[in-house]
Structure formats: C-alpha cells, structure tokens
C-alpha cells in the first residue's frame, strides 16, 4: 500500500510522519541489568485521520529482534487529543490516550489487554512522550509499571530520520 496525502487533522502530527531509527536507545528496569538496543520506528499517512505504526527493535551486536509493536495513532479532528492503539509481541495490547502539542506526543494508558498465557510479571500502566527535540531527531522517554515495580522509566531512545 502507498502512503496517503496526509489528512488535514493531522497537521498537528505532521512532525511524526516517517521513517526513524535509533542513534542511541537505552533500556532500564528495576529487575534487570541495564541494556541497550537498536529501533526503527515508522508513522505513515494512509490519508485518513489516523497514522500507520510499527516499531522492530533488535539487539545491538547478535542482530536478533527484541520486540515488535504495531499499531495506529489516532487524532480526534479540531483537538489535540490523541488515542495510541499498539499490539506488542509478548501479548500485550495497549490503548494510551493524550494530547498533542508543540512537537510533542504525551499519551498513557486508558486499558490494557493481555493475552492469557503472556510472560509474568504484568505490564499495569505505559506511559510514553515523543518529542522532536531538533528538525530531523525525535526522542521517546517510555515509563512502564508491572506487577512487580512502580511506575519508572524503561526506555530512552533518540533516533534520526531515515
């Protein structure tokens, strides 16, 4: 399928749209040794109000995938309000809702769903903020809580468009 024109409500996104990979992505747990990884992430226009999303990343010198993400990112027309419906690899589903502004995409999670065998411990809350912090170079600061830890940062990553 070919990229759209972009939907005129997506003007606040427009920033997002397109192809980035990682320069650097750092990972961070309170159970684990930190850890670094590789990531392309995409957001395309299908020319709806609404953007395409995928996310592989990889290890950094075995080249091995990590985790896969695929989704939408939705604009609510006339508003900055924003909905992030994401499908995860290890059987999570999550639904993050925020706003947009001033270049930068603030959303956390309205609902989670999770498939009944998935890896222990539960994933309760995301949190996520896309901010383009210069033309061409996005970072993602990434919060998660489970079962096991509070509310924390997991992931850091700034990435260049490709």
Known sequence: MQAGPVHESLDPLRWIIGKWRSTSADGFSPTIEPFTFCEEI???SVGQPILNYSSVSWHPTKHS???LESGFL???PGTTDVSFMVAHNFGLTSLEEGTVTDNILQ????HIGRMNFAKEPKVIE???SYKLIE???LELI???STANTPLNQHLKVQYEKC
């Open 42 to 44: 995409s957001f395309t």
């Open 74 to 76: 939705r604009i609510k």
């Open 126 to 128: 995301i949190a996520r």
């Open 142 to 144: 990434l919060l998660i």
């Open 65 to 67: 995938p990590m985790h």
């Open 135 to 137: 033309e061409g170079k």
């Open 107 to 110: 959303v956390k999670t309205s």
